[in-house]
Nanobody
């Protein structure tokens, strides 16, 4: 069974950094892994995706500020978030989909975590 558990959210001032973690019960490099976020009143948005072959995909709004990575030995997916802005506020979710050559934030994901809240104040 696929289990995804996020952690690392919190409150930070604009310009600050946070690192989100997602503990996974699967061999993540066999999956397309991603981070999504949902802000109040907005649709869920794909933030970053990573394939087992090392390719990554980012939303334009976070390029250059966020980095997705994974540690297969620790079975953990990370999202390093730097230069945070108030618009980055939201619930952040980890997602997984069995490996696809189309791994990107636009892929439909089957497995989801419960989310971790990120709040950025101005």
């Amino acid at each position: 069974q696929v289990r995804l558990v996020e952690s690392g959210g919190g409150s930070v001032q604009a310009g600050g950094s946070l690192r989100l973690s997602c503990a996974v019960s699967i061999y993540a490099t066999s999956y397309c892994m991603a981070w999504f976020r949902k802000a109040p009143g907005k649709e869920r948005e794909g933030v970053a995706a990573a394939s087992g072959d090392g390719s990554t995909d980012y939303a334009n709004s976070v390029k250059g500020r966020f980095t997705i990575s994974q540690d297969s030995a620790k079975r953990t997916l990370y999202l390093q978030m730097n230069s945070l802005k108030p618009d980055d506020t939201g619930m952040y979710y980890c997602a997984a989909e069995p490996w696809s050559p189309l791994c990107s934030i636009r892929l439909d994901f089957t497995y989801w975590g419960q989310g971790t809240q990120v709040t950025v104040s101005s």
